[in-house]
């Protein structure tokens, strides 16, 4: 793929990210166009239909946070990188979550999400190790209790407008209840 058209996919995923992420079934892909700076041909030629859109945009959304975590799981400072991840997850969950409700077809997710979806959490839980090993996180938690609280407050932040500190403030509780 030429680098013009790498460019263009990009910007068309992060914009697709942000628009359907943002007003789920509502989003269109002439405004996520419009906000690449592309043509609506543009988006169709990289992907054919507007599920195939989303899709893509949720891959690219499981795979960045995959590369966050073991980024941070690999930093020396264990408290500061699950911190982090944790904050991070549950900060960009209601994107995830409003994406994921526009692909799900009562059947679940595409085997694909699924995978994505799976990496992930396979990276959260080498973190989760790291932090435990370190003493910063109670050595019985797991990754499912942690997803769970990461899907709460997402869940939460997805369906009602909650305010930036008050978000930081629940997430401060999470982190300290798992510490």
């Known amino acids: 793929m030429r680098q013009d058209a790498r460019e263009n996919r990009e910007r068309i995923l992060a914009e697709a990210e942000a628009v359907f992420g943002a007003q789920g079934a509502a989003g269109s892909t002439e405004e996520v166009a419009r906000r690449a700076g592309v ?81 992930l959490k396979d990276a959260v839980g080498e973190a989760l190790r790291r932090a435990q090993q370190a003493g910063v996180v109670r050595p019985s938690a797991t990754v499912e209790e942690v997803y769970l609280l990461i899907r709460g407050l997402a869940q939460v932040t997805a369906t009602m407008r909650t305010p930036p500190r008050t978000l930081s403030r629940a997430i401060d509780v999470i982190l300290s209840g798992l510490t």
């Open 39 to 119: 043509g609506i041909a543009t988006v169709f030629r990289h992907f054919p239909t507007k599920e195939e859109l989303i899709e893509a945009a949720l891959l690219r959304h499981f795979d960045q946070l995959t590369e966050r975590a073991h980024t941070l799981a690999a930093e020396t400072d264990p408290a500061t990188a699950w911190r982090t991840l944790v904050r991070t997850m549950i900060e960009t969950g209601a994107t995830k979550l409003t994406l994921a409700a526009r692909l799900s077809d009562g059947q679940g997710l595409p085997t694909s999400a699924t995978a994505a979806s799976d990496r």
